[in-house]
């Protein structure tokens, strides 16, 4: 799914970044990056400058907010909640608050994030917004330590969890399931360490009594995905020029993979009998899909004479069946 960037927060950035010197920003840009997929884990600071800020949020926000647009829209869709107020931890610049603004109909946004100089790009940034996305409050915090947190109908994270050390995930996401009083979303790079990190979140909170609303569908006691395999998406990401600048190539735009993981307090009220965990293969009459259903993965076999012929010329990964 090609994914659509709000307009307000495109020029947003282009004004942020305005007089800066293109050269040094995409410089900027590719060391935060490096920092990230290298350092990550570890939980020191990889970022501390407004400016340093300023590039990670040109070159990562669209990816970030299309890949956290889709998880929450599947969160919504599968647990049919009413969210009104959104706890948004370790917000970075704020795209899952941009996200979770277009999927429901917050009346209170609150970001949590210990890094100064996110937060004061990210309440920049949100100024742009309108509603609750004008009016959202910033606080520092620091996720590692022991201290409960504001409550609020939505909890979510972005890209999170995977920068704390192994031994303060679990804590963490306790801490996370606790404030969330109605759904919590977990989303994570599309990688096997980032899907490690959620099946293990997935198997503390559950034996707390959180109900697994997305991706997995429903029956889905435990996860089908052993060895080498994993449960991953993938959301297309359409390129600015700016966006083009910072990351380098003229490619109209990239994918961004994901995974993801929607904990609810009561059970999902629309889960999915079957998602799509592959692109399909398309073939001279036929459609293979590869499905995670409640029974564990399998595949099927679409033929025109399928019913779901129609549907799944159109369908993608991670969509539901």
Not at 164 to 170: A, D, K, N, W
Not at 198 to 209: M, P
Request: neutral net charge.
């Amino acid at each position: 799914m090609m994914s659509g960037f709000p307009q307000e927060l495109s020029a947003a950035l282009n004004m942020l970044v305005a007089g800066e010197d293109a050269a040094a920003l995409a410089r900027d840009a590719q060391t935060i990056s490096e920092n990230y997929r290298l350092r990550t884990g570890q939980g020191g600071r990889l970022l501390t400058k407004e400016r340093e800020a300023a590039a990670y949020a040109a070159s990562r926000m669209p990816a970030t907010f299309a890949a956290a647009q889709e998880a929450l829209w599947q969160a919504r869709d599968a647990s049919g909640l009413e969210i009104r107020s959104l706890l948004d931890c370790g917000a970075g610049t704020g795209a899952v608050s941009w996200a979770a603004a277009e999927a429901f109909p917050l009346a209170r946004i609150t970001c949590l994030e210990r890094e100064d100089a996110m937060r004061s790009v990210g309440s920049t940034l949100m100024r742009a917004g309108s509603g609750a996305l004008a009016e959202a409050v910033w606080s520092a915090w620091d996720l590692t330590q022991a201290q409960a947190l504001p409550g609020a109908d939505l909890v979510a994270e972005g890209y999170m969890l995977g920068e704390l050390r192994e031994e303060l995930r679990l804590p963490a996401a306790e801490r996370l399931w606790d404030a969330a009083e109605k759904m919590l979303v977990l989303i994570e790079p599309g990688t096997p360490q980032g899907f490690a990190n959620l099946a293990a979140v997935r198997a503390h909170l559950a034996g707390l009594g959180a109900h697994v609303a997305a991706p997995c569908p429903a029956g889905c006691a435990r996860c089908p995905m052993e060895g080498d395999d994993w449960c991953h998406f993938t959301v297309r990401v359409q390129r600015t020029r700016l966006h083009k600048a910072l990351k380098g190539g003229d490619a109209p735009y990239e994918d961004e993979k994901f995974a993801y993981l929607a904990l609810t307090r009561e059970a999902p009220k629309a889960p999915c009998s079957a998602r799509v965990l592959r692109h399909p293969m398309i073939a001279p009459g036929r459609i293979t899909l590869t499905l995670c259903a409640g029974g564990g993965k399998t595949v099927r076999v679409v033929t025109k004479k399928d019913p779901l012929w129609k549907r799944a010329r159109k369908i993608g990964a991670g969509d539901c069946v």
